[in-house]
């Protein structure tokens, strides 16, 4: 999928972003990704991952707010790189109303209930604190549409895998997308929970 075919204010917004040309691996991965597959996207640092997330999540929200629950959730290791991925999605939304919001330990619990309770597009969120909401009844996930792991390396100590695997569960129908720079193959185990009848797409 080039730039080109993306929705307007989405294209205009990577134009505004310093973004022209995708890379080598956006040019893989983008257009598998708008099939609707679940997909582990494989590239090295540097190579355009979180771009890409970022590209595939607005443009499948049609670049703009929706009801009150979430419809894209990225599930990241640490606080810091939740706030990291906030601030670059901030970059391409300037000109929408799309809601993000971020959930890691060191928040209220009560408030970010409530902060999700009123409306959410994309939730970004740590594994621990994720399961917390979730087992709080906190989390609407009937409107998910894409379920993303950034930086997948983290769970291949397994410390997160059953938090990681917990939320599918629940999930009636969703895209699933595992960025990493490498499939490992304790990574390439989620195909036997939730990344069933899943493509590898690599620059």
């Known amino acids: 999928m080039s730039f080109k075919k993306l ?10 972003c310093g973004i022209d040309t995708p890379t080598a691996f956006q040019k893989a991965v983008l257009p598998k990704i708008r099939s609707g597959a679940n997909l582990f996207c494989i590239g090295e640092k540097g190579c355009g991952k979180t771009t890409a997330i970022i590209i595939s999540i607005l443009h499948k929200l049609d670049y703009k707010p929706q009801g009150d629950a979430p419809r894209a959730l990225i599930i990241v ?22 809601r993000i919001y971020t959930a890691y330990n060191e928040q209220t619990l009560d408030q970010q209930r409530e902060e999700i309770y009123y409306g959410q597009d994309i939730l970004i969120a740590t594994p621990k604190r994720l399961n917390k909401l979730y087992l709080m009844n906190s989390l609407d996930l009937s ?61």
């Open 143 to 203: 409107q998910l549409k894409m379920y993303i792991l950034e930086d997948a390396e983290f769970a291949e100590n397994g410390k997160h895998i059953a938090e990681i695997n917990r939320i599918p569960e629940s999930i009636n129908k969703c895209q699933y997308l595992v960025f990493a720079s490498k499939l490992s193959e304790r990574l390439k185990r989620l195909e036997h929970t939730f990344m069933s009848k899943s493509m590898v797409v690599s620059n």
């Open 7 to 16: 929705k307007p204010e989405l294209l205009e917004a990577l134009l505004q």
């Open 77 to 98: 290791e640490t606080k810091a790189e939740a706030l990291a991925l906030k601030t670059a999605f901030e970059c391409f939304t300037k000109r929408s109303n799309l």
